[in-house]
């Protein structure tokens, strides 16, 4: 049978949903491939049944709670034990690099992560991966779903299309409403994340590639020459450059950004750094 762990009321504005099942953790913290000289960052550890057991083979593990009602009970257990660091406060709003400044080699980050924040956090992971190894996540299904999405499919969105730029994506499984108290609504998945430090295709600015993707996907389902001609044009190329930019990137003006890969992009953004070289 399933280890349940004990009760604590969740609470909606957190977006949580607390894991109970042991099996499931167990194999959470297996897809991350914990050592003895890990370093683990645990976002919104809850209840603190995937904490006991990264303490168990971690050298270090900082979780993140925001909950102060969770965060007493978390010290209680665990305060004692070596390797062990809670911060009281919101993941979105710590400085990662200053929290791990000291940390000799990237950390991994564990985590069933409130529903609420899923995307900014896989945002923040990847503006901080020259600190994160890996990421071994529990999300809602739907979201998972657009994370290991493709071009031209209907869940590929901005997070999917940035991600693809600095990091490889696999599923773990399917996570059904019964492993939590207080079961959600819908299906879970877990997501391990590996990311690289530099980018996996030649890019020659990251701040033009993260502006532009962020043009197109404000409106994607209008074509490019409605949302990346505009963006261009804003940059200070002009509109009949800049559909020879589209062009010369082989990309038609009537295609939608859905139907763009990671590599169209970063064509397109060294084709803008050229041309703005020039100017």
Known sequence: MAEREGRQRSKKRFGQHFLANGA??????????????????EIG??????????LDRAKQVTCVEIDRDLTGKLQEQFGGKFGFRLIEGDILAINMKEVFHDTPVRIKVVSNLPYNISTPVIDLLIRNRAHVSLAVLMTQKEVAARLLSSPGTKEYGLTTINLALC??????MDVKPGAFDHPPKVMSSVVAITFS????FPLRDERIFFEMTGAAFRQRRKMVRNTLVPYLVSRGISEDESRQILENSGIRPDVRPENLSAQDFVRLTNALFEALLKT
């Open 24 to 41: 499931i953790a167990d194999r959470i913290v297996e897809a991350a491939d914990i050592g003895a000289e890990d370093i683990v960052l």
């Open 45 to 54: 550890p809850g209840k603190g049944v995937l904490t006991s057991r990264l």
């Open 167 to 172: 990091a490889r994506i696999k599923k773990i």
């Open 197 to 200: 430090p530099e980018h996996l």
